[in-house]
């Protein structure tokens, strides 16, 4: 995803990741660079999110690639300016938001998918290292980089931080809740963050009947599972167990798929749905995906405050 400037432009790329980048680049004005402030608020199950994002430039117009079957009110929950016109790009597969203004401000929300993995009770955050047409990876800005890049997340009571990293020199700041990087004249960042849950479930969240739905045989230990609500969306509020882990904790579910990756280490493997409440219309019904990167199964697993349902997984690489 790009924003474009007259005489330089901002390129956000999230088409390829979870996390939204923000990308500046002085095309005319030699030595031209602009501040961004990101803002990642995580939710309490570790994968979703709501990313704030402010770029301040001199003023400029500007224009924002987004996805040609996606609206702006789809993508983003708040643009400011609001004075902004869709622009179609021919042979693209996006079109552009033209704002009349260089500065602007964006908030979006969405799921952590391809940048996360989750193992042994870790979740692992890496943002984008492959390079794209220009050489550039991670967050980048051309030619020059950033003059202010300041990259904050902000986590939830029930996670902690166990590890931060970055490819690039910069100031990193811990304090209570929330993560800071602080990167004055740089490019092509790399970030590595690392976090946990601290907190358990409530009393009503255990001690609950166990029903075997399904099994499925996977031929990788790197799985992917999707999680979404395939029937009517009723403020169904769930938990997902893989194993001892709880992967997915109080997810409200959408007709949206939230995608992450999982690394099996035994050759059995049990998925677990609970029931944080029972929605508009019991019971709760969510449907996992499998997909082992040859094969995927889709299974739908129902479950109530007295009942929950369970995907067994057989690992077999031989």
Request: net charge negative; charged share 25%; hydrophobic share 35%.
């Amino acid at each position: 995803m790009s924003i474009y400037y007259d005489f330089l432009y901002v390129m956000m790329r999230n088409a390829r990741c979870l996390v939204v980048f923000i990308l500046l680049c002085p095309l005319f004005l030699d030595g031209q660079r602009f501040n961004t402030d990101f803002i990642r608020y995580l939710n309490e199950d570790g994968i979703s999110y709501k990313d704030y994002t402010k770029v301040q430039s001199l003023g400029f117009s500007s224009w924002h690639y987004i996805k040609k079957n996606r609206l702006p009110e789809d993508e983003f929950t708040f643009i400011s300016p609001n004075d902004y016109k869709i622009v179609p790009l021919l042979e693209e597969d996006y079109n552009q938001i033209v704002f009349n203004s260089g500065s602007f401000s964006l908030i979006k929300e969405d799921t952590l998918r391809e940048e996360l993995i989750i193992k042994d009770g870790l979740y692992i955050f890496q943002n984008d290292y492959e390079t794209d047409g220009d050489g550039n990876y991670g967050n980048s800005a051309e030619p020059d980089g950033f003059k202010y890049f300041n990259y904050v997340w902000v986590f939830p009571p029930n996670m902690e931080v166990v590890s931060y990293e970055s490819n690039r020199d910069g100031t990193w700041r811990l304090e209570n809740n929330t993560l800071s990087f602080i990167g004055v004249e740089i490019n092509n960042i790399l970030f590595k963050i690392t976090y946990r849950s601290t907190g358990e479930l409530p009393l009503y969240l255990q001690n609950r009947d166990i029903v075997l739905k399904d099994t499925v045989q996977v031929t990788s230990r790197a799985i992917t599972i999707s999680i979404w609500d395939d029937s009517q969306i009723d403020n169904d509020v769930i938990s997902i167990k893989l194993n001892d882990e709880w992967i997915v904790k109080y997810l409200e579910a959408k007709k949206e798929k939230i995608k992450f990756k999982y690394i099996l280490t035994q050759p059995e493997n049990f998925i677990i749905l609970r029931a944080d409440n029972i929605g508009e219309i019991p019971p709760n019904t969510t449907a996992v995906t499998i997909d082992d990167g040859i094969n995927s199964r889709t299974i739908v697993l129902n479950s109530d405050l007295g009942m929950s349902e369970a995907i067994k997984i057989n690992l077999n690489t031989e």
